[in-house]
């Protein structure tokens, strides 16, 4: 964690490491590690709330814990700027990060790979591999999704690849007007 600034460091000191080695073929082994993943989002969420800074919501789609859903935000200039959420765990997690998907953002940005996929390769992903099997959903969120946003709304925003809810309301509204 050397050359991480200290928030970063806090928050991720606090979000519970895993312990079981497991994947969506190992049977209770899985479940155990589904009940791992659930106490450290659930830790994480708790931390964001009580600092003010929910930015998330996911659960899992289905009852094998496989696919997630949700939504996740970023705020920038004062606007809310909301996205869906999903990913798939892999049949080779924890060895295997999931590769979360932005789907309305698919084309938008470089920085993505096709249907909507965010790019954490070069930073996340030997991070990930270092950390198996004690990182999980929470911190692929944490140190992959949160940075990714931080660093792509604003570009988005600021070049107009991406608008607000309401400048788009606006827009269809007075586009309406006779």
């Not at 969506?24 to 708790?46: C, F, M, N, V």
């Not at 690849?161 to 309401?166: A, F, L, S, T």
Request: aromatic share 10%; with cysteine.
């Amino acid at each position: 964690m050397e050359g991480w600034d200290p928030n970063t460091k806090s928050t991720l000191t606090k979000i519970p490491l895993l312990t079981t080695k497991a994947g969506p073929r190992d049977g209770a082994a899985w479940t155990q590690r589904l009940k791992e993943e659930y106490k450290s989002l659930i830790a994480y969420t708790g931390m964001n709330k009580s600092n003010d800074n929910d930015w998330f919501r996911i659960s899992a789609a289905n009852p094998e814990g496989t696919r997630w859903t949700g939504k996740c935000w970023y705020v920038h200039n004062l606007l809310k700027y909301e996205f869906d959420l999903q990913f798939d765990i892999p049949v080779t997690y924890p060895a295997t990060a999931p590769e979360l998907e932005l789907p309305e953002l698919d084309g938008k940005t470089h920085k993505m790979y096709r249907g909507g996929k965010i790019c954490l390769t070069v930073h996340f992903k030997p991070l990930w591999a270092k950390n198996c099997p004690r990182f999980g959903i929470a911190h692929a969120l944490c140190l992959g999704l949160a940075p990714w946003l931080a660093a792509e709304v604003p570009i988005l925003v600021d070049s107009g690849m991406i608008k607000h809810k309401d400048d788009t309301a606006a827009a269809t509204a007075s586009s309406l007007q006779f």
